[in-house]
């Protein structure tokens, strides 16, 4: 960003050119603190709160219900409790956005250094 402040350009054409490269450059300064921003951040503890609570609540409730067999109210209850640690997982999963099996592409980014490559 330095290196454009510096320019000097000689013409009305390498004006344009100047304020264009530096707009590109601000957005593109502003999109990287952005996702520095949402790589620190995490899931709030209230939304742990409670969707632990609801996936406790949801198993406790499952045992409530009248099943004829045992075998029956077991696997009832164990495919809500289940169910519940899907949920859990995919959480964990994306609260990282920018790492992990779920990450963020790079591309875009590639896609603007090549752009800007292209422009010089």
Do not use: C
Not at 36 to 59: F, K, Q
């Amino acid at each position: 960003m330095h290196i454009a402040a510096d320019l000097k350009p000689a013409g009305t054409a390498n004006d344009i050119r100047q304020v264009m490269l530096s707009l590109s450059l601000v957005r593109l300064s502003d999109a990287r603190e952005q996702r520095l921003m949402a790589a620190d951040t995490t899931v709030p503890a209230v939304v742990w709160i409670v969707t632990l609570m609801g996936g406790a609540l949801t198993v406790a409730f499952a045992s409530l219900l009248g099943v004829p067999s045992l075998g029956m109210h077991l696997a009832m209850s164990a495919a809500m409790a289940i169910s519940g640690a899907l949920v859990l997982i995919m959480i964990i999963a994306r609260n990282n956005p920018f790492r992990g099996d779920f990450r963020a592409s790079a591309e875009p980014f590639e896609q603007v250094i090549a752009q800007v490559g292209v422009s010089e």
